[in-house]
């Protein structure tokens, strides 16, 4: 069974840093592409950081220079580092996983993560 399941969310006040996880189970982790995304209540989800099975990095114009993804395929892991913090990054964090072979249109998300920004 696949599971992804995020960690390290919480409270963080205004320019402070945090570090979210992700451990994968039940997929051939090194092929698929991993994103991290958000969804603020009332707001669509949106991407915000993804990195692809060869270690390429995307990200958000709003998180560029505050935010890092990244993976380590021998833990089955993807992290993202949260620096500078605002109260607008406050949102529910989900990682994604989605199969290389594109065409499979196959991906799978946990459970989400919370991130509250406030002072």
């Known amino acids: 069974q696949v599971q992804l399941v995020e960690s390290g969310g919480g409270l963080v006040q205004p320019g402070g840093s945090l570090r979210l996880s992700c451990a994968a189970s039940?997929?051939?982790?090194?092929?698929?592409?991993m994103g991290w995304y958000r969804q603020a209540p009332g707001k669509q989800r949106e991407l915000i950081a993804g990195?692809?099975?060869?270690?390429?990095?995307n990200y958000a114009d709003f998180v560029k220079g505050r935010f890092t993804i990244s993976r380590d395929n021998a833990k089955n892991m993807v992290s993202l580092q949260m620096n500078s913090l605002k109260p607008e990054d406050t949102a529910a964090y989900y990682c994604?996983?989605?199969?290389?072979?594109?065409?499979?249109?196959?991906?799978?998300w946990g459970q989400g993560t919370q991130v509250t920004v406030s002072s």
């Open positions: 994604n996983a989605q199969d290389g072979r594109k065409w499979l249109r196959r991906d799978y």
């Open positions: 039940g997929i051939m982790f090194s092929i698929y592409d």
């Open positions: 990195i692809t099975s060869d270690g390429i990095t």
